[in-house]
């Protein structure tokens, strides 16, 4: 009876152990769970979207692990692409940061206000009367919502024109919410190395307006609209 039970709760353990391995495997090589904090994605992400995030769309490194780590080389590396939405590590930040990819190695990159051109060509634009958005169409035909009409987070560095040369294997990526956005235009957060990415967002499984911006109860607060959709 004695053995019976001692091989009844080893069991158990054994079960316990192999579903914490199980989820820290999945976490660490498939995909996770990323909240968005901000609207500098908005209009494709907005503040309280829950985003599946896939953990192998660009290979592994020591971020990808579940736990710090001196690990310096990187796995199974695949490049990202342009209009791709990536999750990144930020040097200093506490958690990680989710914007699109612009351009890529050797690619120029120049901006002024919201407008944008690579290598020296213009972003194809088509802007809506009376709104705060247009699309906007990158080389290659990725096309996606961006935002112009908000309070621009440091309109000294966004009026002026600026240009850059993305160096070896990194990604120059942007907010959607162009004028709200801290990204590579900023020499505070700069391109984005390869070895820095965490993923792919891929959809939004779930989405809840922040308690912070409404006093509703949160099942009155879920945007019901964006349960299970796409990210583009």
Known sequence: MRNLKKAHLLSKILCTLGALLLALGIKIFLAELFYVSSGSMGPTLLSGDYVLVSKYAYGYNRHSLAWSSQWQGQWRVRPAVRGDIVVFH????LSPWIKRVIGGEGEEISWQGDHLAINGVSLQRLVQPFSPFYEEWLPGGKRYMTQHK??????KILDHRQKVVVP??????????????YDSRFSQVGMVDHGRLLGRAEWVLFSVVPAQESKAPWWQRVRWDRLFKKVM
Do not use: C, I, M, N
């Not at 930020?90 to 930040?93: F, I, P, T, V, Y």
């Not at 908000?150 to 309109?155: A, E, F, L």
């Not at 070896?168 to 956005?181: I, K, N, T």
């Open 168 to 181: 070896p294997h990194s990604y120059f990526v942007l907010g959607d919410a162009r004028q709200e956005s």
């Open 90 to 93: 930020q040097e200093g930040a």
């Open 150 to 155: 908000t309070v621009k987070v440091s309109p």
